[in-house]
Nanobody
Framework: QVQLVESGGGLVQAGGSLRLSCAASGSAFSFNAMGWYRQAPGKQRELVVRISSSGSTNYADSVKGRFTISGDNAKNTVYLQMNSLKPEDTAVYYC?????????WGQGTQVTVSS
């Protein structure tokens, strides 16, 4: 019933920027929280950032000060502005949306940062 469509990944040089988007469809209700996880080669999946319906945010220490999340509750859409990108940011980024006990996932978008 719920589908998340994300976009905005690509290949950039170290120090560059990208903006990811994630839009939810198929739901008649706002989500409790949305955000991104990422999976880097040889590493465990980690939470990058999340934003609640009230606007509160939580960032991983590794991206704090470089990444900024914003949201539109009415459209169930979130955006991730990624600045000062580093090679260690290279990963597949998966957006997610949570409502009560249910969690939904986007298809993933690849972010590659060259050194």
């Amino acid at each position: 019933q719920v589908q998340l469509v994300e976009s905005g990944g690509g290949l950039v040089q170290a120090g560059g920027s990208l903006r990811l988007s994630c839009a939810a469809s198929g739901s008649a209700f706002s989500f409790n929280a949305m955000g991104w996880y990422r999976q880097a080669p040889g590493k465990q999946r980690e939470l990058v950032v999340r934003i609640s319906s009230s606007g509160s945010t939580n960032y991983a220490d590794s991206v704090k000060g470089r990444f900024t999340i914003s949201g539109d509750n009415a459209k169930n859409t979130v955006y991730l502005q990624m600045n000062s990108l580093k090679p260690e940011d290279t990963a597949v980024y998966y957006c997610y949306a949570n409502r009560y006990l249910d969690t939904y996932w986007g298809q993933g978008t690849q972010v590659t940062v060259s050194s």
